[in-house]
């Protein structure tokens, strides 16, 4: 059984930046391809970014284009996300997800709350 930690949230004024990390158990991380999810209160939730096995192929939400950048690193089991110019709509909680394709997520971790302050 896979298994999802995320780490790295926290509390940040508008235009800080935050690193979050997500390190993965219990399974073959390079077999995996990884996103990012956000769930704001009141809110569904929704794609932030995803990266392919390889690294090869990413994605980002067009909100968050240009601002967050997603990375994995295999030998740490882990995948990243970096958050610069952060806004107050940024603020929720992130999840990171493993599956085996771009479009199926299988495990989900217990997620990591971040909020910007205006």
């Known amino acids: 059984q896979v298994q999802l930690a995320e780490s790295g949230g926290g509390l940040v004024q508008a235009g800080g930046s935050l690193r979050l990390s997500c390190v993965t158990s219990?399974?073959?991380?390079?077999?995996?391809?990884m996103g990012w999810f956000r769930q704001a209160p009141g809110k569904e939730r929704e794609f932030v970014a995803h990266?392919?096995?390889?690294?090869?192929?990413?994605g980002y939400a067009d909100s968050v284009k240009g601002r967050f950048t997603i990375s994995r690193d295999t030998g740490k089991n882990t995948v990243y996300l970096q958050m610069n110019s952060l806004k107050p709509e940024d603020t929720a909680v992130y999840y990171c997800?493993?599956?085996?394709?771009?479009?199926?997520?299988?495990?989900w971790g217990q997620g990591t709350q971040v909020t910007v302050s205006s």
């Open positions: 990266i392919s096995r390889s690294g090869g192929i990413i």
């Open positions: 997800a493993a599956g085996t394709s771009l479009l199926k997520y299988d495990y």
């Open positions: 219990g399974g073959t991380f390079s077999y995996y391809v």
